[in-house]
């Protein structure tokens, strides 16, 4: 069973609480028939009391319940931006199932429950900067999984070929709430970049023009580094995620390539 199978049995969003957890719930209910549990609040209110002394609960507490956070997240974030220009149609529905088939190689189960969380999320209406700032609390100790998010998420938003306007509006909105700066979102844009420009490859590698040749280097084996398939799964992305991570290493090798030969080294 995957990551997101468990969760009909898990009770993962009583660990995590706020919206997400109430999106967890809203799943796990429909799941069983509308009978299921329901965050809320003590007072009845959408989302409860977690027991970490603020709504969104606190970090994940384990390499397991990282990894189904991250799901979660980026599960409930992809509906928003999907919402972003008012509404959700058939063919962006189509677009996102294919992702979690074709470029995380997710099962036929989890994305049935993949699903359940997608239409939550839709038809939720807390904003998509709730749920960003309540992911800046389980996983913000983490940096390069909220960078590897906002990527994951513009993967998404360009299936199609392209990013409209607004859904650039919402995705850079998200950014900032993770608590990411513009450089951190150029560089994600970086790896979709169709020209592959040299500026584009040194914000691939999270530099600028300005870098020293051993500056260059050093955030290259950082790189290459953070996306070894062990360390991926240590740090919360899991299984379903290795195939994004060698996307990353290939376009981080592509950049570095390109980087190199402009510099003669």
Known sequence: ????????????????????????????GSNIGGGG?????G?????????????????????????????????????KVAKADGRVTEQEVRSFD??????LGMSVEDRRVAARLFNEARDSHVPAEEFARQVRVLIGHQPDRLRDLVALLMSVATADGQMAPAED????????ELGLSARDYEEAVAMFDPHHSI????????VTRDATDDEVKKAYRRLARE??????ANKGMG????????EKMRAVNGAYDAVKDARGL
Do not use: C, W
């Open 98 to 103: 294919g992702f979690l088939r074709d470029r």
């Open 169 to 176: 509006r919402v995705l850079r909105s998200i950014a900032r």
């Open 199 to 206: 500026d584009a490859s040194y914000a691939v590698l999270g």
């Open 43 to 79: 007072d009845g209110s959408p989302y409860g009391s977690t027991g970490y002394g603020n709504p969104y609960g606190g970090p994940a507490r384990d390499t397991r319940q990282a990894q189904q956070a991250f799901l979660v997240a980026m599960i409930s974030l992809a509906a």
């Open 239 to 246: 299984e379903d995620f290795q195939k994004f991570a060698d």
């Open 1 to 28: 069973m995957g990551l997101l199978g468990t969760l009909v049995g898990g009770g993962i969003g009583f660990m995590m609480g706020g919206p997400l957890g109430a999106i967890v719930g809203g799943a796990i």
């Open 227 to 232: 996306y070894h398939p062990d360390v991926v």
């Open 37 to 41: 549990p329901r965050i809320t609040r």
